[in-house]
């Protein structure tokens, strides 16, 4: 088995580890079909949490496997992000249960963007996050031209991936483009500790929530009145509404089972 990515089960949820540190966990064949591998084996994990080891988190594409006086040329990058980005980013849009993402160090091209496609992002304050795409002569994807007007504005995104600029994560938490930044020493123990939180937490609620919020960028405002009176009506027969309830009445922490 591959060590470039790690798997490691804790209780009810789930680390990956992206583990190339050399290349500051650049993404080449090997750990993109092992990451892969790995979103798809989450199963009933109630959380998930992807970070890097070393000094950073990802700085997208190898681009060593791109090298112009090595072999074929050109390469087909629509079909590379078909075959091995996209199937990344929808993979993890699409998990169910809420995904953090613990940026510990540099996020670069789409290593940046498959850190924002998670549910909560936080970072270390040393960390940064560069759309460097236009300085190789790309453009933005694995859902950075989507993501980035939305969370930050036409103006900010657009200087973002225009001038491929650094954004420290302090300012990305500013901005609204992560949740937010920690001291470098806080960020694994604030992690572990939210996605032990999440997977403690009301699992189709957080299901539903993500759903909701997801669906709402495609749906008229009256459409999306209907969807949240559907997803409520599912929640409210969950146990873990019924048990969140009568927690709050006893006036004790509930115990929810993710039923
Ligand atoms: O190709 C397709 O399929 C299309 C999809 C593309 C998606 C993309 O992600 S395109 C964007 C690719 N990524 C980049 O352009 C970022 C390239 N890296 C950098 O600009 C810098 O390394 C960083 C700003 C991320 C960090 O800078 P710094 O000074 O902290 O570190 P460094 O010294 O540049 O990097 C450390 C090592 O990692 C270094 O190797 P060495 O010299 O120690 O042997 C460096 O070459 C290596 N490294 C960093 N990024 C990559 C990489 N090796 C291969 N591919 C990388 N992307």
């Given at each position: 088995m591959s060590d470039v990515i790690i798997v490691e089960k804790m209780d009810q949820w789930i680390k990956i580890t992206l583990n190339r540190p050399e290349r500051l966990n650049a993404l080449n064949v090997e750990m993109h079909l092992a990451f892969r591998a790995a979103l798809e084996a989450v199963?009933?994990?109630r959380a998930v949490l992807i970070t890097g080891a070393g000094r950073g988190f990802c700085a997208g594409q190898d681009l060593g496997e791109r090298?112009?006086?090595?072999?074929?040329?050109?390469?087909d990058l629509g079909q590379t992000l078909n075959d091995y980005f996209n199937p990344l980013v929808r993979l993890i849009t699409n998990l169910p249960m809420p995904v953090i993402c613990a940026v510990n160090g540099v996020a670069a091209g789409a290593g940046a963007n498959l850190a924002l496609a998670c549910d909560v992002v936080l970072a270390a304050d040393t960390a940064r996050f560069i759309q460097a795409f236009s300085k190789i002569g790309l453009v933005p994807d694995a859902g950075g031209s989507w993501i980035l007007p939305r969370r930050l504005g036409m103006a900010r995104a657009m200087g973002l991936a225009l001038t491929g600029a650094p954004l420290m994560a302090p300012q990305a938490a500013e901005w609204g483009l992560i949740w937010k930044s920690y001291d470098a020493a806080d960020l694994m123990p604030e992690a572990h500790a939210l996605a032990a939180e999440f997977a403690a937490g009301p699992t189709m609620a957080y299901a539903g929530t993500k759903s909701l919020m997801k669906r709402a960028a495609n749906h008229d405002f009256d459409a999306h009145l209907d969807d949240e009176a559907a997803m409520q009506q599912a929640c409210g027969r969950s146990d873990d509404y019924a048990e969140g309830v009568r927690a709050f009445l006893a006036k004790r922490p509930a115990e929810f089972t993710g039923k």
């Open positions: 199963g009933d994990a090298n112009p006086d090595n072999g074929h040329w050109p390469p």
